[in-house]
Nanobody, 123 residues
Framework: EVQLVESGGGLVQPGGSLRLSCAAS????????MSWVRQAPGKGLEWVSAISWNGGSTYYAESMKGRFTISRDNAKNTLYLQMNSLKSEDTAVYYC????????????????WGQGTQVTVSS
């Protein structure tokens, strides 16, 4: 059974940092690109970042470039998102998502999602 379990969310002040983790199990993690997608209150899903199956390529939404860093540890079956210089508009539930096909770039379509972790940026 595929499982994606996010952690690391919380309340942080503007300008602060958080590191999200996504522990994966039930599939060959290093065969699949992975992504982070978020949903702000009252809004739709927003793609945040993606990383290729081997970590060799990373991609970011424009508003996250220079502030967020996606990475993966294939030995630990874990995906990460380091978020710096957080803004109030980064407040959202953050989900990790698995590409549906092996050896992709992380743009989906996604076949499994985690339960999400809440990030709240507020003073």
């Amino acid at each position: 059974e595929v499982q994606l379990v996010e952690s690391g969310g919380g309340l942080v002040q503007p300008g602060g940092s958080l590191r999200l983790s996504c522990a994966a199990s039930g599939f060959t993690f290093d065969d699949y690109a992975m992504s982070w997608v978020r949903q702000a209150p009252g809004k739709g899903l927003e793609w945040v970042s993606a990383i290729s199956w081997n970590g060799g390529s990373t991609y970011y939404a424009e508003s996250m470039k220079g502030r967020f860093t996606i990475s993966r540890d294939n030995a630990k079956n874990t995906l990460y998102l380091q978020m710096n210089s957080l803004k109030s508009e980064d407040t959202a539930v953050y989900y990790c998502a698995k590409d549906g096909g092996a050896y992709g770039l992380g743009y989906g379509p996604y076949d499994y999602w985690g339960q999400g972790t809440q990030v709240t940026v507020s003073s």
